[in-house]
T-cell receptor, first 110, second 114 residues
Framework: DSGVTQTPKHLITATGQRVTLRCSPR?????VYWYQQSLDQGLQFLIQ???????AKGNILERFSAQQFPDLHSELNLSSLELGDSALYFC?????????FGPGTRLTVT | GESVGLHLPTLSVQEGDNSIINCAYS??????FIWYKQESGKGPQFIID?????DKRQGQRVTVLLNKTVKHLSLQIAATQPGDSAVYFC?????????????FGTGTRLLVSP
């Protein structure tokens, strides 16, 4: 068990809608990363936050945004959803050198 | 940059055999490499890592080999077990970023039959 929780585990929604995915890291984890894993694009880095501030951006669409709150939990907001946004979304945090991943949220856009 | 890959090759082995999973990379500035295992419905799980100043590292039943000359990384699993069935990803830190961004390679699905 990674000690990280992601909610919801599964989410089914319609095109054009907006959803919020939540990640609660282990105690003391200042960094949080968001990744998207889709069938045609593999695992892709979206965005990183460190202690509440955005640290780096990857292949994140303008329709997507994220936040990290004072208690260090993070939310990934996806808006104007399209069919192609269907994917697994993972948050991750730093180990000594590697990253540890949460269990993921499976988003299905219909 | 590194490629992510659009398909998932499969490696099928018999229980007890040794498995070798390969990964190629293109960025010679990469200084840190990781192998992850991902079981169905779960997030990637760290297996083993290696820094660019090493060419071999061993863990429990796993060995990672790094050949910087040809930019090739491999994961060897000894005495493969049914529980090893999963998708395996190599990941690397490109070495040219100021943060720990990982770039993932094409996954390989390992199927272990009893």
């Amino acid at each position: 068990d990674s000690g990280v929780t992601q909610t919801p585990k599964h989410l089914i929604t319609a095109t054009g809608q907006r959803v919020t995915l939540r990640c609660s890291p282990r105690s003391g984890d200042l960094s949080v990363y968001w990744y998207q894993q889709s069938l045609d694009q593999g695992l892709q880095f979206l965005i990183q936050y460190y202690n509440g501030e955005e640290r780096a951006k990857g292949n994140i669409l303008e329709r997507f945004s994220a936040q990290q709150f004072p208690d260090l939990h993070s939310e990934l907001n996806l808006s104007s959803l399209e069919l192609g946004d269907s994917a697994l979304y993972f948050c991750a945090w730093d180990g000594s050198y590697e990253q540890y991943f949460g269990p993921g949220t499976r988003l299905t856009v219909t | 940059g590194e490629s992510v890959g659009l398909h998932l090759p499969t490696l099928s082995v018999q229980e007890g055999d040794n498995s070798i999973i390969n990964c190629a990379y293109s960025n010679s500035a990469s200084d840190y490499f990781i192998w992850y295992k991902q079981e169905s419905g779960k997030g990637p799980q760290f297996i083993i890592d290696i820094r660019s100043n090493m060419d071999k590292r061993q863990g429990q039943r796993v060995t990672v080999l790094l050949n910087k000359t040809v930019k090739h990384l491999s994961l060897q699993i000894a005495a493969t077990q049914p529980g090893d069935s999963a998708v395996y990803f190599c990941a690397l830190n490109p070495g040219n970023t100021g943060f720990q961004k990982l770039v993932f390679g094409t996954g390989t699905r390992l199927l272990v039959s009893p």
